[in-house]
């Protein structure tokens, strides 16, 4: 209802035409940090593992399907490329379903480790699916764009949020995260992946954070870190931020390892009132 429409005088924080201005900016990025904080205390969300990805990326199901409607040769093609790429989908998915099965036997009444995405197709719907499936609470992190952007049907319906502000959606990818799973992806993720860099390379993260870099196939053609070091404009030991790895059971192998080691400290355990281990400033 806007203002036009509302008895008068009306109370501020019904005014949808103030909240809407310019001059209600704050309270906009103010209650996208209040809500979340609050929907995630109620659902006693302690922790969680995020997986970025291309939204573009399909399932098998899908890509056999456009492979079976492709009706020239460079539909043909482009169903194959597409169809090669969905076992990123289906690895996702099993990743996140053997995750999620993991951390629902740990001790305590704490949701521990929770699969978190942005919400979206592709990379992010298969993660969220994997975790549906292993019968586990999981969030999405939605972002409202004109294209790409869309809720998938498999994140936990409480625990589906819509953000006008990227910071702000950010903040809550950090703030949460015990680690980081990427997948192949374009622009976004690799603006996701180098901003947690930094984060964890500056220390401005301090909390352990493990990075996955998942797919060498993808990733040694799309970019050469390694060259960043020779020129020096990084650190060699800068490149032990990341564990690259091809493999379902590396990559779980290597989660399970690392965030166990949390489990067993009581500094792992964070609130909303307390700044505990979350490693921001």
């Not at 990805?53 to 409607?69: D, K, N």
């Not at 169903?79 to 001790?107: I, P």
């Not at 650190?235 to 990559?251: F, G, H, P, Q």
Request: proline share 4%; charged share 30%; net charge negative.
């Amino acid at each position: 209802m806007s203002s036009d429409d509302a008895p008068w005088p009306i109370k501020a924080y019904k005014n949808l035409d103030f909240i809407k201005s310019r001059d209600g900016r704050a309270l906009r990025i103010m209650s996208e940090f209040m809500e979340p904080e609050s929907r995630l205390s109620k659902f006693n969300i302690q922790d969680t593992i995020v997986f970025m990805g291309s939204a573009r990326i399909p399932s098998e199901e899908q890509a056999r399907q456009e492979m079976e409607l492709a009706s020239d040769e460079a539909a043909i093609d482009r169903a194959a490329e597409r169809l090669k790429l969905s076992r990123y989908y289906e690895e996702t998915r099993e990743l996140a379903f053997r995750v999620t099965d993991w951390s629902k036997h740990l001790k305590g009444d704490d949701r521990r480790f929770v699969v978190c995405t942005g919400g979206g197709p592709g990379i992010m719907e298969a993660a969220n699916r994997g975790a549906s499936e292993a019968k586990g609470v999981n969030l999405g992190f939605n972002i409202s764009l004109p294209m790409e952007q869309h809720e998938n049907p498999y994140i936990t319906r409480e625990l589906c949020f819509e953000f006008h502000y990227f910071f702000m959606r950010k903040f809550w990818f950090a703030y949460l995260a015990k680690a980081i799973v990427v997948m192949p992806g374009g622009f976004g993720t690799l603006e996701e992946l180098f901003e947690i860099l930094t984060l964890v390379q500056t220390k401005v993260i301090t909390k352990k954070m493990p990075i996955i870099l998942y797919g060498a196939d993808y990733w040694d053609k799309v970019f050469n870190l390694e060259a960043l070091a020779e020129f020096g404009t990084i650190d060699k030991i800068d490149l032990d931020l990341m564990y690259r790895t091809n493999s379902v059971d590396e990559a779980f192998e290597y989660l399970t390892s690392e965030l166990s080691e949390s489990v067993s400290y009581p500094g792992a355990r964070r609130s909303f009132t307390e700044n505990g281990n979350s490693g921001d400033s």
